[in-house]
């Protein structure tokens, strides 16, 4: 009679030789340190040749004191107003049909070039208010009557026609000798400028 000992000496022998296999962990290489590349130096690009200095304007300042004088130049297409207190105020100007050289007779559509005074407001104007301009001064009439021709006459700075809404801005040059803004602009001008103020126009 075995004791209990020895048979489980020998069923823990036959374990050994008759049981599963275990397999034992495979050590892991050594971990290798991944490189870190330099940081590329930033360089700067060179401007590229021929590309025009490029700057956005600011919004034009408002009229908020009275005009004292205004300048119009016709190949620009550009009016410039002076007021007592602020920086002067720039607008985009239409012309009449017909802009190129000074104005001599009724019809040719061009717009008179000299130094003028506003002489008349009219806030029922066929066109969006109105400021009148003193042409033909006597010159005019005098140049027109050797000339054998009427000067012509009701020159303004007008907004658009009273037909139009109120955004809407014809293209080009378009009027019959007078000086054209938008609507709002017209109301801006209009409000701050009484008559006698100087108005002279360059070609």
């Not at 000086?179 to 209009?190: G, H, K, Q, S």
């Not at 701050?192 to 360059?202: D, L, M, P």
Request: charged share 25%; glycine share 10%.
């Amino acid at each position: 009679m075995f004791s209990a000992a020895a048979i489980a000496f020998v069923a823990w022998g036959g374990w050994l030789v008759w049981g599963p296999t275990i397999p034992l962990p495979v050590p892991l290489p050594p971990a290798l340190p991944v490189p870190v590349p330099p940081p590329v130096p930033r360089v700067p690009l060179p401007p590229l040749p021929g590309l025009p200095d490029i700057r956005i304007p600011r919004p034009a300042p408002a009229i908020t004191s009275p005009v004292g004088r205004i300048l119009i130049e016709k190949q620009a297409r550009r009016m410039t107003v002076w007021q007592e207190r602020g920086n002067p105020r720039v607008y985009a100007v239409a012309l009449g049909f017909a802009p190129e050289g000074d104005k001599a007779r009724q019809g040719d559509g061009k717009t008179p070039e000299g130094v003028f005074r506003i002489d008349r407001r009219n806030d029922r104007s066929r066109f969006h208010l109105s400021l009148g301009l003193d042409y033909p001064r006597p010159q005019d009439r005098a140049r027109a009557r050797a000339d054998g021709v009427d000067p012509g006459g009701d020159i303004m700075i007008h907004g658009q026609p009273n037909a139009a809404a109120d955004g809407f801005r014809v293209k080009g040059d378009w009027t019959e000798g007078c000086i054209a803004l938008t609507n709002a602009e017209m109301r801006e001008l209009f409000a701050h400028t009484a008559i006698g103020t100087e108005v002279e126009i360059r070609p």
